[in-house]
């Protein structure tokens, strides 16, 4: 089974229906041969033998769902805003969205998964009146339900607008794996690439198109999940072409990226690096410092290979641990520091809402969480003009996330002076594929990764600067 993509239109083991319809089928007569769990009523199945299959995965899930049904003697478990009836508003079916995700946090005794906050926040309801009735699909993305034809037409305008993210997003070919190599060569670099984006230069490099419509094969799906794993690279490089490189009189250039997780793996391979050697070919030698507590595995590896006719160093330190850890025994100095979709904020009592902090909430835990970034920061903080780029899934995201960097600034031992190189912008590298938001408090219904980017680096401020002194000098 697959809950890497669900959806409550979807069987909820083989993704039938609107990922792999019948052909000889119309979209409604796929739909009603699709069997509803009689539990919960939030999930699909094609037939019996798949709802028998998923039973052990699904089977604590829906009976939460349906002693919540009884307690509260409702016949759906999105009837619990409304008195009993089917929600007749866009308030009230937030409401009871809401109420379901905190009675069954609390009857499962854990964060809700993934998957069970989508099914709750996408249910199979009509996206004009709310009816729990899906007697009619768009179509194309096979993921927006209504309960009559009127109400299809009604919002033909609304839902076009984001049925293509919808199609990107379902998209039954994301499960698969990529190929290892897709034999690319590169032909040239991008020229003025703090104008570009991360289609146009992937496409500029390689000199090939990427398809208007990824989903229609898998073919054009892999090749469009590959370009956006040149996201981070990508960005990085965006961040370089606001700095001065050319005083840095040196062929090494060092990264710290902290927070990292499976960036080493995925984002960072030979193809990768090359990017930011044909953007900046002055440097031989890249160094990348993988530091965070979910990074995969502690390791030391160098690579070597030959590059627009010169030698090229690639190494990879990678530190299993936390940022103000790794430089109490690194010393060294660090040419740039990411942090991709940082999550500062993501312990933040304002901001509970944000994808890094549900990211935060999805690990059982005590109850009070112990801020991890807060000395981090402030560790990062400390290297001084050294730039510090970071990106944020959202723009509410994003600001709370300077906020939390501003707090670290304020409460350390000396005042620093935070000073913008850019100021948060939507990052024209992010990530392509689009991550639908399970949460109201923001109001960006579709997200990427690395989706805004702002830059910063620190000074002291003049009475710190004699204190400072004073210190060393004890």
Not at 94 to 110: G, H
Not at 144 to 164: D, F, G, M, P, R
Not at 175 to 196: A, C, M, Q, W
Not at 386 to 395: A, E, H, M, R, Y
């Amino acid at each position: 089974m697959s809950y890497e993509l669900c959806s409550a239109l979807q069987c909820n083991v083989c993704l039938a229906f609107a990922a792999f319809p019948e052909p000889n089928k119309s979209t409604t007569e796929t739909q009603l041969s699709m069997r509803a769990c009689s539990g919960c009523h939030l999930v699909k199945y094609c037939g019996k033998d798949h709802q028998k299959k998923d039973w052990r995965f699904h089977g604590d899930f829906c009976c939460a769902v349906q002693r919540i049904k009884n307690t509260y003697n409702v016949k759906h478990p999105l009837h619990l805003s409304s008195s009993g009836r089917e929600p007749e508003t866009f308030e009230e079916m937030e409401t009871a969205q809401m109420q379901l995700k905190f009675l069954l946090t609390d009857a499962l005794k854990r964060p809700l998964k993934t998957y069970e906050e989508e099914i709750i926040s996408f249910p199979s309801a009509c996206g004009v009146c709310f009816k729990l009735k899906d007697s009619h699909i768009c179509s194309h993305c096979r993921s927006q339900a209504y309960c009559s034809l009127q109400h299809l037409a009604e919002h033909s305008i609304e839902h076009k607008k984001v049925c293509h993210l919808l199609q990107l997003y379902y998209c039954p070919y994301k499960v698969k794996e990529l190929p290892t190599d897709f034999k690319l060569k590169y032909i040239g670099r991008v020229n003025n690439l703090h104008k570009s984006n991360l289609k146009t230069a992937f496409e500029t490099v390689f000199n090939l198109k990427l398809p208007a419509k990824p989903y229609e094969t898998l073919k054009d799906y892999q090749l469009f999940a590959y370009a956006s794993d040149f996201s981070c690279i990508a960005t990085i490089c965006f961040t370089m072409c606001h700095l001065d490189i050319l005083s840095m009189e040196t062929s090494k250039f060092i990264i710290y990226i902290v927070g990292s997780s499976v960036e080493p793996r995925l984002w960072f391979q030979k193809i990768h690096t090359q990017f930011f050697f044909m953007q900046f070919p002055l440097f031989t030698t890249l160094e990348l410092h993988f530091i965070g507590p979910e990074t995969l595995e502690a390791m030391e590896e160098n690579i070597q290979y030959d590059f627009l006719g010169q030698e090229r160093n690639v190494f990879y330190i990678c530190y299993n641990g936390l940022f103000q850890d790794y430089v109490s025994y690194f010393k060294g100095c660090p040419s740039l520091i990411v942090a991709f979709n940082c999550g500062f904020s993501e312990y933040s009592q304002l901001f509970k809402g944000s994808p890094a902090a549900k990211s935060c909430a999805a690990t059982p835990t005590s109850s009070t969480q112990t801020d991890t970034w807060q000395k981090g920061i402030w560790e990062m903080l400390l290297f001084f003009r050294v730039p510090i780029v970071f990106t944020s899934f959202t723009k509410l995201e994003s600001e709370f996330d300077f906020a939390a960097l501003r707090k670290a600034a304020d409460i350390g031992t000396f005042t620093m002076h935070v000073e913008r190189i850019f100021t948060v912008s939507k990052n024209p590298f992010h990530d392509l594929r689009p991550l639908r938001q399970c949460h109201s408090d923001d109001d960006e219904a579709f997200y990427f990764r690395n989706g805004y980017i702002q830059a910063i680096h620190t000074m002291l401020k003049s009475n710190s600067v004699h204190m400072l002194k004073y210190l060393l000098l004890m």
